[in-house]
C-alpha cells in the first residue's frame, strides 16, 4: 500500500480524520493517475516496453464519499434538516450504502460506520458529524486568503465584502465536493463566488 500523504487511522476517529482521509483519497487518485495510467499509456503509445504495474483504483472510494447521494451528499442533506441528528445521518448512510463495497456498519459499534480507504479500513464516530459540517469560514481565514500573493488564490476573494457574513446554507462538506467536482455548490461568502 502506497501512502504518501498522511492518512488518518486513530482509536476514535471523527469528521477531521474523515475529511483528511477524503483529501488523501484524491490526491492517491491523482497520484494513480499521473503515475500510473498516463505514464503506461505514454510508454505504451511510444512502443517501449515496461512491465504492467497492477495498483488499487480508489475510484470505488470516492464514488461512495462524492457522488450523488455519496456520504458527503447525505451528509449535507442531513446538516440542514431541522429535525436531523447524528444517528440519522448514520441511519440513511448505512441504508444507501450497505451493500457498498466500500462501506461498513460495524455490528458493535451504534454510532459508527467503516470506510474501507485505499491505506485501510477506518471507523468513524458519527457523534458531532453534523455540527462540524456546519462549520463557517473564519473571517481572519477570508482575510489572509484575500492578501495572498497568488492571483489565483487572491482572485477567488476580490469581490468578497469584508463585513460579509458566510451564508448558513453553505458546509464544510459542499464546499469540498464543490471544489473536487463532486456535488453541492461551493461555499460561498455573499457577494463572492
Known amino acids: 500500500v502506497l501512502d ?9 476517529n471523527s469528521f477531521e480524520q474523515f475529511c483528511i482521509n477524503w483529501t488523501n483519497e484524491k490526491l492517491q487518485q491523482l497520484f494513480n493517475s499521473a503515475i500510473f495510467k498516463v505514464e503506461q499509456a505514454e510508454y505504451a503509445a511510444e512502443g517501449i516496453g515496461v512491465d504492467r504495474v497492477d495498483f ?27 429535525k436531523a441528528t447524528d444517528h440519522t445521518f448514520l441511519d440513511k448512510i448505512s441504508t444507501n450504502h450497505k451493500a457498498h463495497a466500500a462501506f461498513e456498519k460495524p455490528m458493535k459499534a451504534r454510532d459508527a460506520f467503516a470506510v474501507k480507504h485505499y491505506a485501510g479500513a477506518v471507523q468513524y464516530t458519527v457523534t458531532g458529524f453534523l455540527d462540524k459540517n456546519k462549520d463557517n469560514m473564519q473571517q481572519e481565514l477570508v482575510d489572509v486568503l484575500t492578501a495572498s500573493a497568488d492571483e489565483f488564490v487572491a482572485a477567488l476573494f476580490t469581490d468578497v465584502d469584508p463585513t460579509a457574513t458566510v451564508k448558513s ?4 462538506g459542499s464546499a469540498a465536493s464543490g471544489a ?3 456535488g453541492g455548490g461551493g461555499a460561498t461568502v455573499d457577494g463572492a463566488v
Do not use: H, W, Y
Open 4 to 12: 504518501i500523504f498522511g492518512f488518518e487511522n486513530f482509536t476514535v
Open 169 to 172: 446554507s453553505s458546509t464544510v
Open 180 to 182: 473536487s467536482g463532486g
Open 56 to 82: 488499487v483504483d480508489n475510484a470505488t472510494v470516492l464514488e461512495l464519499i462524492e457522488a450523488k447521494l455519496g456520504i458527503v451528499s447525505i451528509l449535507d442533506e442531513e446538516t440542514r434538516f431541522p
